[in-house]
Every structure is written in C-alpha cells, then in structure tokens.
C-alpha cells in the first residue's frame, strides 16, 4: 500500500514537501517513482529512485529532490521554486520488478492515491 501526504496549496516560489508510506516494502531492491497528471494531459514522471539512484524529468531537475528515510519504506519529494505549471495531481509509484525506464509509468505496478498540488 501506497500513502501519499504533504500536497495543498501554495505561492510560485515557495516550497511543498511529499511523502509516500510505502507500508509493507523495506529494503532497496524496489523501484520508487513520482508521477504527475493534469487532467486532460499525459501522467508524467518526475522523479524516481532506484538502487540508489535518482532519476528527474527535465523540467524538475535542480528544484524537486527525491529520496528514502533510513529505514527504505518512505520517499520524500521536496518540491522548491514551486511554479505554476507544477499545479498537477502527485501520485507515488512502486515496482518490484526490474526497471529500465524509472520515469515511464508502465514501468509500475503499484499507485498511491494521489495528492493535490496547487501553486498559484
């Protein structure tokens, strides 16, 4: 199960900071994604982390951080210089499976709920 928190509503400017609870998934061997889908548009990656690495859409790299808490079960996407076209629904993602695209949405299995972001 995937648990997303920490959306709402902010400045152009400001900063948001996502959390996923990944209950039940420890370790490292998983893949861990951020998506975002504004309706009518396509769900796009964001960020991903997978055995250690970090993966970024172009249009996030620099602003948006991804990572794990010690214990592997939770991903954090720190969201600054929040920009207007950031407005999208984030959704956390998780795979056990290999992974080659970590930002492809196909490369996933199991979806969070979702949370709203708004910067305005």
């Known amino acids: 199960q995937l648990v997303e928190s920490g959306g709402g509503s902010e400045q152009a400017g400001g900063s948001l900071r996502l959390s996923c609870v990944a209950s039940?998934?420890?370790?490292?061997?998983?893949?861990l994604g951020w998506f975002r889908q504004v309706p009518g548009s396509e769900c796009e990656g964001v960020a991903a982390?997978?055995?250690?690495?970090?993966y970024y859409a172009d249009s996030v790299t620099g602003r948006f951080p991804i990572s794990q808490d010690g214990a592997k079960n939770t991903v954090f996407l720190q969201m600054n210089s929040l920009k207007p076209e950031d407005t999208a629904m984030y959704y956390c993602?998780?795979?056990?499976?290999?992974?080659?695209?970590?930002?492809?949405?196909?490369?996933?299995?199991?979806w969070g709920q979702g949370t709203q972001v708004t910067v305005s």
């Open positions: 039940g998934w420890t370790g490292s061997r998983y893949c």
């Open positions: 982390i997978y055995k250690g690495r970090t």
């Open positions: 993602a998780a795979t056990n499976n290999a992974v080659l695209f970590p930002l492809r949405r196909s490369q996933y299995n199991y």
